[in-house]
C-alpha cells in the first residue's frame, strides 16, 4: 500500500527540491494549507533547518546544511517505513539512461553546432532540429510514465511528475519554447531537476558523485 507522507516532512521536502521558493510556492507544491505551511517553515528555521533570505522585494526559503540532513534522514525513515527502497533503487537504475537523454536533448535545445562554432546558440530557425528533440523528449516522456506510476505505489509525493512533465511538453510542441529549458517555469528540464533531486534525496545519493 503506497504511503502519504506527513505535512512536516513535505514542507521541509519541498524547500529541498524547489531549491528556493517562498511560501506560498512551497505550499503549492504538495497542495498543503497555506498557513500550516507557514508555520511549519517557522518551526524549521527555528531549528536551524531552513533560513528565509530577501533580495530585490521578494524573499524565499533554502535549505541550511543542517536542514538537508534533517531532510534525508526523515526520508531514509519514511522509505524503511513503506518497504520500498528496492522499487526506489530500481527506478533510479532505469532513470539514469533516461536522465542523459533529457540533457542532451536540453543542450541541443540551447546549442545548434555550426562550422567554425559548436558553441553557437540556437535560434530555432531549424524546424527539423528542433522538431527532432522535441520527438527525443516525447521518447523520454512515454518512458517517464510507468517510472512514476511505479514511484507512486510507494510514495504519494512522487505522483505527478508524469504528468507535469507531459505538460511541459505539450506547451512546447505548441510553440512555446520556453518550456523546453527555463527555469522560471515549470518546463521539462525542471520537473526533470525536481525528480532527480528528489530521488537522490530519498535515496541518500551525493549528486556530486551520481550526476
Known amino acids: 500500500m503506497t504511503r502519504h ?40 528555521e527555528a531549528r536551524g533547518w531552513v533560513q528565509h533570505t530577501a533580495f530585490a522585494g521578494s524573499g524565499g526559503w533554502s535549505l541550511t546544511e543542517s536542514g538537508r540532513a534533517e531532510n534525508e534522514r526523515q526520508l531514509a525513515a519514511e522509505l524503511a517505513r513503506a518497504d520500498g527502497a528496492d522499487e526506489v533503487r530500481d527506478v533510479y537504475r532505469e532513470f539514469l539512461p533516461l536522465n542523459a537523454l533529457l540533457l542532451r536533448a536540453c543542450t541541443d535545445w540551447q546549442l545548434r553546432p555550426v562550422d567554425g562554432d559548436r558553441l553557437a546558440a540556437n535560434d530555432h530557425t531549424d524546424a527539423v532540429w528542433d522538431a527532432r528533440i522535441l520527438d527525443e523528449l516525447a521518447g523520454v516522456d512515454r518512458a517517464l510514465a510507468p517510472l512514476v506510476d511505479r514511484l507512486g505505489g510507494v510514495l504519494t509525493r512522487f505522483r505527478g511528475y508524469d504528468t507535469r512533465f507531459a505538460g511541459a511538453l505539450a506547451r512546447a510542441r505548441a510553440g512555446e519554447g520556453a518550456w523546453v529549458d527555463r527555469t522560471d ?3 521539462c528540464h525542471r520537473v526533470w531537476f525536481e525528480l532527480h533531486e528528489d530521488l537522490i534525496a530519498t535515496l541518500g545519493i551525493d549528486r556530486r558523485a551520481h550526476p
Open 5 to 44: 507522507s506527513p505535512p512536516g516532512l513535505l514542507a521541509l521536502h519541498a524547500v529541498r527540491i524547489s531549491g528556493y521558493a517562498d511560501t506560498p510556492a512551497i505550499a503549492h507544491r504538495y497542495g498543503l494549507d497555506a498557513a500550516g505551511t507557514k508555520e511549519a517553515l517557522l518551526d524549521a
Open 185 to 187: 517555469v515549470d518546463s
